[in-house]
């Protein structure tokens, strides 16, 4: 069974530091690309930011100088932390995991967790 288990949110002030974890089982962590998506209400859930097999990472304009991800395979763990935070950053933001095979495609998600960005 595979679970993807997000931690690390809450309610931070504009300007402040969060850093989400996201535990995997169930799955051959190091050869997924993970990431992390958000949702805000009313508004479609965007990628924030992935990491693929070898390290190579995406992010979206929005977060570029302020998030990063990372992994660490030793503890099938993928993070994001979160800078200089604002309040149009505020979502669930949700853990995903990506394969692809010549066969067929692996698309997992986490149940989410909130951040909140707020004074």
């Known amino acids: 069974q595979v679970q993807l288990v997000e931690s690390g949110g809450g309610l931070v002030q504009p300007g402040g530091s969060l850093r989400l974890s996201c535990a995997a089982s169930?799955?051959?962590?190091?050869?997924?690309?993970m990431g992390w998506y958000r949702q805000a209400p009313g508004k479609q859930r965007e990628l924030v930011a992935n990491?693929?097999?070898?390290?190579?990472?995406t992010y979206a304009d929005s977060v570029k100088g302020r998030f990063t991800i990372s992994r660490d395979n030793a503890k099938n763990t993928v993070y994001l932390q979160m800078n200089s935070l604002k309040p149009e950053d505020t979502a669930v933001y949700y853990c995903?995991?990506?394969?692809?095979?010549?066969?067929?495609?692996?698309?997992?998600w986490g149940q989410g967790t909130q951040v909140t960005v707020s004074s």
């Open positions: 169930g799955i051959i962590f190091s050869i997924y690309v």
């Open positions: 990491i693929t097999s070898r390290g190579t990472t």
């Open positions: 995903n995991a990506q394969l692809v095979t010549t066969t067929r495609g692996y698309d997992y």
